[in-house]
Structures are given as C-alpha cells and as structure tokens.
Nanobody
Framework: QVQLVESGGGLVQPGGSLRLSCAAS????????MGWYRQAPGKQRELVAA???????NYADSVKGRFTGSRDNAKNTVYLQMNSLKPEDTAVYYC???????????????WGQGTQVTVSS
C-alpha cells in the first residue's frame, strides 16, 4: 500500500517558521514531480510550491522568498521550509505527487492526508 504522510504542522506565531515533511512509503520506487498545496477554510485548494523530480522549484507569488521546497530522493521525502509565516498562511497543507511504483507502474496525482498549519498570536 502506498502512502504519502505529511508531518511538521502545528501552531506558530506570526514571523515564525515550520518545516513540513512529506514521506512516501510502501511499494514506491521513486517520487517524481510533486507539489505542496494548501486549503484554508472556505477557500479552494491552491498550489504553494512545485518541485520537479530534478529538484527545480516554482512558488506561488504569495510565498516567494519565504517558503523553500526541497527533496531527498534517497528517502523519498520532500520538504517545505516555511519562514516569516503570516496569519494568512493558516491552512491544511497537502503534498501531491506522481509516483513510480516498484512494479514499474505510475501513479499520478497521489495525495497525502494533510497537516494543519495555524499562524496566530
């Protein structure tokens, strides 16, 4: 069974930092292109950061200069370092990935369960 498990969320004061992790487990050969998304109450899910299999990144304008995506392919894990957090960053954060399975199959658009990030004083 394949799983993407996010961790690292929590409550942080404005200006603080958090690092989210998304670890893939199960019969996975590799994480391919992936993205970090977030969904705030009453709002649509939005793409925050995209990370290609080669490690190239692209960010939403609202987080540029504050968030940094990275990956450790040996661990099948991706990260989102979030600095200078603002109350408007409050949301459930999800990772999404294309996966290559050990049997050679490809899974597109695979989602984790999400982790809550709350920025509040």
């Amino acid at each position: 069974q394949v799983q993407l498990v996010e961790s690292g969320g929590g409550l942080v004061q404005p200006g603080g930092s958090l690092r989210l992790s998304c670890a893939a487990s199960g019969s996975i050969f590799s994480l391919n292109d992936m993205g970090w998304y977030r969904q705030a109450p009453g709002k649509q899910r939005e793409l925050v950061a995209a990370i290609t299999s080669g490690g190239s990144t692209n960010y939403a304008d609202s987080v540029k200069g504050r968030f940094t995506g990275s990956r450790d392919n040996a661990k099948n894990t991706v990260y989102l370092q979030m600095n200078s957090l603002k109350p408007e960053d409050t949301a459930v954060y999800y990772c999404n990935a294309d996966l290559t399975l050990q049997d050679g199959g490809i899974e597109h658009n695979y989602w984790g369960q999400g982790t809550q990030v709350t920025v509040s004083s």
